[in-house]
């Protein structure tokens, strides 16, 4: 499997596998509960991941014609 591929299953774990143990109200992390910091901490990190697999991705390099 490419490394895109690998790159684009790390979200998946995190908000669906991730969510399973950090499904608890207790504690506060920055005045949220800690699965809503553990939602929002993901989605942060998904954005870069997606901006990672966008730059490695070959058919995203300039100069290519279609």
């Not at 684009?8 to 809503?36: C, D, E, Q, R």
Request: proline letters at 6%; hydrophobic letters at 55%; glycine letters at 6%.
């Amino acid at each position: 499997m490419k490394i895109i591929h690998w790159l684009s299953f790390i979200p998946f774990l995190g908000f669906v596998v991730g969510a399973l143990f950090t499904n608890k109200v207790n504690p506060y992390v920055f005045g949220m509960p800690f699965f809503h910091f553990w939602i929002v901490l993901w989605s942060l990190i998904t954005t870069v991941i997606l901006a990672i697999i966008y730059k490695i991705d070959p058919t995203n390099r300039k100069g290519d014609s279609r």
